[in-house]
């Protein structure tokens, strides 16, 4: 079975590796899609986003890194993905998710949404909180892979 894991990861937390690890001990194959057009609100390169996932996750071998643009359903349906995979930290994360995947139920005709509960440690884990803390001169060591935290040292975001 292959599952599409879709969002921005802008940047990967912490919060995403946890996810992705216990996705690929569920699926064959997981394709990490990284949304292209985040336009004004893209505070990382879509191609430093990328390379970032790549090096955070060093070392899982059923995974690949692509990045797409429109629909998530669309992309699913290309790629011949079963599911779509979102991680739930808490409550406040449900409604929206539960609009999109009845959305994306109704237009792809019948592709699920798996939700997998995040770990407690990571659910305070959000990209846009990392963003903020490391642009306002916050340590984000413990919330981000190494190879993130690296990076928004070097740029000094
Ligand atoms: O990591 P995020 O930002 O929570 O991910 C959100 C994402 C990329 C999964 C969502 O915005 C998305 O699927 N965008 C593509 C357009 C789309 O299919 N929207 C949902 C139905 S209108």
Do not use: W
């Not at 590796?17 to 699926?27: E, S, Y």
């Not at 609009?99 to 109704?106: K, R």
């Not at 440690?121 to 993130?148: C, N, T």
């Amino acid at each position: 079975m292959k599952a599409l894991y879709p969002g921005s990861f802008d940047p990967i937390t912490n919060g995403h590796v946890d996810v992705i690890k216990r996705v690929t001990k569920l699926f064959d194959q997981v394709i990490i899609a990284v949304l292209s057009n985040l336009d004004k609100n893209e505070f990382i390169p879509l191609k430093d986003r990328m390379k970032l996932i790549k090096e955070s996750l060093k070392g899982i071998k059923n995974i690949s890194v692509e990045s797409f643009s429109g629909l998530t359903v669309k992309y699913a349906k290309l790629k011949h993905a079963d599911l779509i995979v979102r991680g739930l930290r808490a409550a406040s994360d449900f409604e929206y998710e539960l609009e999109m995947s009845q959305i994306n139920y109704f237009m792809s005709k019948g592709i699920d949404t798996l939700f997998i509960m995040t770990s407690p440690k990571y659910s305070f884990i959000r990209s846009s909180r990392v963003k903020e803390v490391a642009s306002l001169g916050g340590d984000v060591k413990e919330l981000v892979p190494a190879p993130v935290y690296r990076y928004l040292c070097q740029k000094r975001l």
